[in-house]
């Protein structure tokens, strides 16, 4: 028996057991899915696309349903490795906008106002140029200025400016409008990952154990309380019991299958599927929110992009000098700049956000013609439309039934549109003008028509789950503000899946929030 158990050894997860186990009088248990991360191309920043290629992620086949039709798209994918998310994401560092945590309080998340969690931001963040109202130095998760920046990306921000927007150096000092460069999480030149800020440090202490490789198959009840988990480890079944409180952080996805594999969630569903009922709960599965984006692809004229490291001579010089001096092209996460733009839809702040890619194929898959190009991506952050997941079976290696309803609101749509039309006036911009040849995708489009054909065909998930075991006061709210899961005791849901809504921007820093918020009212409560 342990104090604690933490499911799930992603983002918040990892936050959550390295703070409870600061605590030497208590003992934690911090089960993931996953393997170890100890794969070097989770390491080196230039290579995370990599991840996506081998057994890190866990792949869902999503359904289609009749309100899902607006998105040809239909695969998402959850990390499955330590460290979650911050292993195998582009290591953006982007809290989203003030105004989303207003708008939390608005959907009853009392506590969560911007105000009152800018301290967690803080506390766990060690920023390499920040230190001010709005950052804090000297906390687990490094975060710093791109260490190489490429030569394309200072051109392309030029043609932002020209474009209309305004520089920005600091997209988390509360404003979030304008160009400007991506502060990451990287620290000396390597990913600065949940598990290697908080975990790697937190395992030396005798009174926290990691298992990896390990899938917990429900969570297990006595009169209302959450007292252990049942795992599955290799072929090998056994219970672990909970002295004080499980934790559930295995993701917008997997929190809310565990629970109703485990009796919590809709009565009328779970009983439909043969799952005996622990407690009613209904909001679980449901208020799934995602971003959605869509890639701008063009040929350039020359090697003046990251396609010149498709060579092994340059890869090979590249990799050199990252061994000798951990600098170059290999210390780069490929996309270091950005924009946030207000489409029309919205006028007080940003809805849409630009990735820009000095290289080409990690977005679409494919290489433009000549073989050197660059890539811009556009992300609708501020989504309306809501989906929903539930159960298959009760067998917990069947995926959820997932029903994420993209595009379903005509906003999202017209928004695509717009931000596509804005992302080719700024490629079309002075300033970029001697290193494009041409635009390959989406290339000429004359009518709306054509946009939202493109939209739908190419457009895919921003890998961006969350909401589906939403905080909240409201009867479909499934926790509480504290993150307690109502009408149980002894359990909480520590993850993005308590997002009332999702933020305008990347979710890691906001998950890791999260989990720092989690972690610090466990440790305040009564035993």
């Not at 499911?7 to 600061?22: F, I, M, Q």
């Not at 559930?248 to 809709?266: C, D, E, F, K």
């Not at 029309?344 to 702040?349: A, C, F």
């Amino acid at each position: 028996m342990v104090d604690f158990i933490v499911v799930g050894g992603g983002s918040a997860g990892c936050v959550v057991a390295s703070r409870l186990s600061e605590n030497p009088d208590v003992s934690v248990l911090l089960i993931e899915q996953g393997p170890r991360d100890s794969s070097p191309y989770i390491h080196m920043p230039v290579t995370y696309y990599k991840t996506a290629q081998g057994n890190l992620l866990q792949r869902f086949e999503q359904v289609r349903s009749e309100a899902d039709k607006h998105l040809d798209a239909q695969t998402m994918v959850q990390p499955r490795v330590l460290g979650g998310g911050s292993s195998v994401n582009a290591m953006l560092y982007i809290r989203g906008a003030p105004d989303d945590y207003e708008r939390w309080v608005e959907q009853g998340a009392k506590g969560w106002s911007y105000k009152e969690v800018l301290p967690f931001f803080k506390r766990s963040e060690d920023n390499d140029r920040l230190s001010n109202e709005a950052h804090g130095e000297g906390g687990p998760l490094g975060v710093s200025d791109p260490c190489y920046v490429h030569p394309l990306s200072r051109s392309w921000l030029k043609a932002c400016q020209e474009a209309g927007l305004a520089f920005n150096s600091d997209f988390n000092s509360g404003e979030q409008a304008g160009c400007g460069f991506y502060q990451l999480t990287i620290r000396n030149a390597r990913r600065s990952s949940a598990a290697v800020a908080f975990l790697k440090p937190a395992q030396r202490r005798s009174n926290l154990k990691v298992r990896t490789d390990c899938r917990v198959l429900r969570i297990v009840f006595k009169r209302g309380r959450a007292v252990g988990v049942e795992i599955a480890d290799g072929q090998r079944k056994s219970t672990i019991y909970a002295d004080r409180e499980v934790i559930i952080s295995a993701g917008a996805i997997n929190s809310p299958h565990l629970l109703m594999l485990s009796g919590v969630g809709p009565a009328a569903h779970l009983q439909s599927c043969g799952v005996e009922v622990v407690h009613d709960l209904p909001g679980v599965g449901q208020n799934l929110c995602d971003h959605v984006d869509i890639y701008m692809t063009y040929q350039l004229s020359g090697p003046y992009s990251y396609d010149r490291y498709k060579s092994l001579l340059w890869q090979s010089w590249a990799g050199l000098e990252y061994l000798l001096f951990r600098r170059g092209p290999v210390t780069s996460n490929v996309m270091d700049s950005g924009a946030f733009w207000s489409s029309s839809q919205s006028t007080d702040r940003p809805d849409i956000q630009y990735i820009f890619l000095c290289g080409s194929g990690i977005e679409s898959g494919a290489p433009v013609p000549g073989g050197f190009g660059c890539t811009l991506n556009a992300t609708h952050i501020r989504p309306k439309s809501r989906g929903w997941l539930g159960l298959r079976s009760t067998d917990p290696a069947q995926s959820p039934h997932i029903v994420p309803n993209y595009l379903s609101e005509p906003s999202d749509l017209g928004c695509l549109v717009e931000a596509v039309q804005h992302g080719q006036e700024i490629m079309s911009q002075k300033a970029l003008s001697k290193y494009i040849e041409r635009e390959h995708m989406p290339g000429k489009l004359a009518t709306k028509a054509d946009y939202e054909q493109y939209i739908r065909r190419y457009a895919q998930s921003s890998l961006h789950p969350s909401g589906t075991c939403r905080m909240g006061t409201d009867d479909l709210a499934v926790l509480d503000p504290e993150l307690r899961v109502r009408g149980l005791d002894g359990l909480r849901v520590i993850d993005a899946s308590a997002m009332p809504s999702v933020v305008s921007g990347n979710t890691n820093a906001p998950t890791i929030m999260i989990g720092e918020r989690g972690a610090d009212f466990i440790l305040r409560s009564p035993r």
